[in-house]
């Protein structure tokens, strides 16, 4: 039995994570695999309760960033 790949991405949405995704895809394109991805914040804080008092603008383009990603994954 062939075991799947399960591959990782951790995405801040920078040139360099965009990289990270593109090259994930072109290598599991011909073999059975699942791709992860993980949104990596990069709002500082030096108390991260605070992180819970996000606004609604930041959370939503979080959102849409992500619902981006995963429709080039279709």
Do not use: C, W
Request: zero cysteines; hydrophobic letters at 40%.
């Amino acid at each position: 039995m062939i075991k799947k790949l399960k591959i990782l991405v951790p995405l801040d949405f920078t040139p360099k994570s965009e990289a990270a995704l593109e090259f994930a895809l072109t290598y599991t394109q011909n073999v059975a695999s699942d791709i992860y991805l993980f949104h990596v914040l990069t709002e500082r804080t030096q108390d991260f309760r605070k992180l819970d008092a996000m606004n609604g603008e930041t959370i939503d383009r979080m959102k849409q960033q992500m619902l981006n990603v995963t429709e080039r994954l279709k």
